[in-house]
């Protein structure tokens, strides 16, 4: 989630989207090989066990996620910040066809809006889409399993956690590449990154909720993973 810091000497520097010239050349590619690897494993997973009608999902998934992250919110500080959508597309499509989703949403944003530079796609891609999506999926399925995975009570309270988990989470992976990479001392990029995330993750936390509460009200049986007494009760 990219934080828009005004009157801040160090606004590209803690911005999840990370411009051109700000990593060095061997985290770059490193970013690179991780985030192409992840990607061909999502897509074979995708082609071997999704069934046909997670495409046209996708498709929508993706949109929404595009569209809704146009729309800033502010936090404190003169910050705003905006939907990332790694745990709701995770959520709602499953970690594999999630990850192909977002990293899309990414591409796009990076080609048309200048949101991130082109070099450094792949660790964009890797910090919001990667790591925001698998961590935020796989943490959202343990606290929703432990807490009753029937519940609305159980999926709420892990969706909250994921989604605010999955922000800070790359906004410490954007600190590192930026430390190993000579840009930003590590104890600053650590600390700003994480401080500002922690206020725009409520904020995707709140989004998320929002929009995973909608399916699980209108349609529980286009929910990854969805409880099994809502699958019942729509069929």
């Not at 919110?73 to 499953?94: D, E, K, N, R, Y």
């Not at 949403?105 to 698998?134: E, H, K, S, Y």
């Not at 399993?145 to 992976?173: E, P, Q, Y």
Request: proline share 4%; glycine share 8%; aromatic share 10%.
């Amino acid at each position: 989630m990219e934080q828009i810091i005004q009157n801040s000497l160090f606004t590209p520097y803690f911005a999840l989207h990370i411009p051109d010239g700000f990593l060095s050349p061997g985290i770059s590619i490193f970013c690179w090989v991780i985030t192409l690897v992840l990607i061909a494993v999502s897509l074979n997973k995708v082609q071997k066990d999704y069934q046909e009608k997670t495409v046209p999902l996708m498709g929508v998934c993706a949109a929404f996620i595009f569209a809704a992250q146009m729309i800033n919110f502010p936090i404190p500080g003169g910050t705003s910040g905006h939907l990332v959508g790694g745990t709701l597309a995770a959520i709602i499509l499953g970690p594999w066809a999630g990850t192909l989703v977002v990293t899309v949403v990414f591409i796009v944003q990076a080609v048309l809006f200048q949101d991130g530079g082109l070099t450094v796609l792949g660790a964009n891609v890797l910090n919001m889409g990667l790591i925001g999506t698998f961590c935020g999926y796989y943490l959202y399925k343990a606290i929703r399993f432990s807490l009753g995975r029937n519940s609305w009570k159980s999926m709420t309270i892990a969706t909250v956690v994921a989604a605010w988990c999955s922000v800070v989470i790359a906004a410490i992976a954007t600190a590192l590449q930026l430390a190993l990479s000579g840009t930003v001392p590590l104890m600053v990029s650590m600390i700003a990154m994480v401080s500002w995330h922690i206020f725009i993750g409520v904020g995707e936390a709140i989004i998320t909720v929002i929009a995973v509460g909608f399916v699980w009200r209108s349609r529980p049986d286009l929910i990854y993973d969805s409880p099994l007494s809502l699958k019942l009760d729509a069929d």
